[in-house]
């Protein structure tokens, strides 16, 4: 018989009370300087005082409270793979270039993953790839060679990228979640999206694209390599026969605003699964609302410092919760 999250979900409801709401958002918004942002949001119960001029450090621990408030509650990491296999990705991407490039001094890695950031730096320096998780070894192994042999950090980026798509699909299909399901094919297919527009506009070729493009998404990888190199207008063209119609607008503005809707559109699939009671999407439901929340303050305060106009952020913020 499936697992039922009653107890969990009911903690997670209650949790979501303290989510900032569109209101809050308005409100960081209008705020007139850095410091209003940030009195507000310690206000709302983020960050703990002592970071109070490090506002990067101030979301980082407010990420981590909704992880660790989440991985509490499951108990296991697994049911979330699909989120935290990303940063064992990154992780071994800076891994393996700091390596490369005998750099010394002390890396800034993602803290949440599958595996830890000391375990991966490890297993790399002392080439070791056989110890990495079956799934990750060959590209480990491919994309050192490349960076060792040719320098060419973005073939190492390319070669980790679309293996860390590839991965994530492998969790989803393993998961019982929709919405994880959801989540990772909207990812996937709009890497592949994003992927072709920015190589056709810097003149890439259709073995380029073939390269760098995942085959785990919705949409066919042929059809969009086809469609692409036919050039923008075409590639739009053929997007909107497909569910990613809605992009295309956002796409003729510029990338940033491509990727509101990619976030947006699984903000809005998000909302529809808290109505569950038994599963565990509302628990995923939760993590993709916090990440989307984190999100929407860095371009606020980001948005501050940097004097950015009310109207422009209003243009730029994710979905919130409610």
Known sequence: MPKRYVYEVTRVRLRELSLLTTYDTEFLISCKDYDECMNFLISKGWGYGYNYDNYELVLEEELEKG????LELSK??????????????????????SIAANLKEELIYS???LL?????????KNNEIEKLPNYMQNSAREATKVLLQTEDGQLCDIILDKDMLKTMN????QS?????????STIIDCANIKIIVQAVKA??????????????????????????????????????FTEYSGCVGPLSESMRSFEKWRDDRIAMRAKEERKDLFSIGPLVAYVLTKM?????????????INNISEEVLRERVRMTYA
């Open 111 to 113: 803290p949440r993953g």
């Open 203 to 240: 003149g890439k070729n259709a073995e380029f694209l073939k390269r760098a493009c995942s085959e785990y998404g919705k949409i066919s990888v042929s059809e969009l390599i086809k469609s692409g190199i036919k050039g923008i207008n075409e590639f739009c063209k053929y997007l909107t």
């Open 116 to 124: 830890l950031p000391e375990e991966i730096y490890n297993i790399v």
């Open 67 to 70: 992880w660790n408030f989440i």
């Open 292 to 304: 989307n929340e984190i999100r929407t303050a860095r371009i606020i305060i980001s948005g501050k």
């Open 76 to 97: 296991e990491k697994e049911p979330f793979a699909v989120f935290l296999c990303q940063n064992d990705y990154e992780n071994l991407k800076m891994c393996i270039k």
């Open 176 to 184: 019982d979640c929709d919405l994880i399901k959801y989540y990772s």
């Open 170 to 173: 492998s969790f989803a299909e």
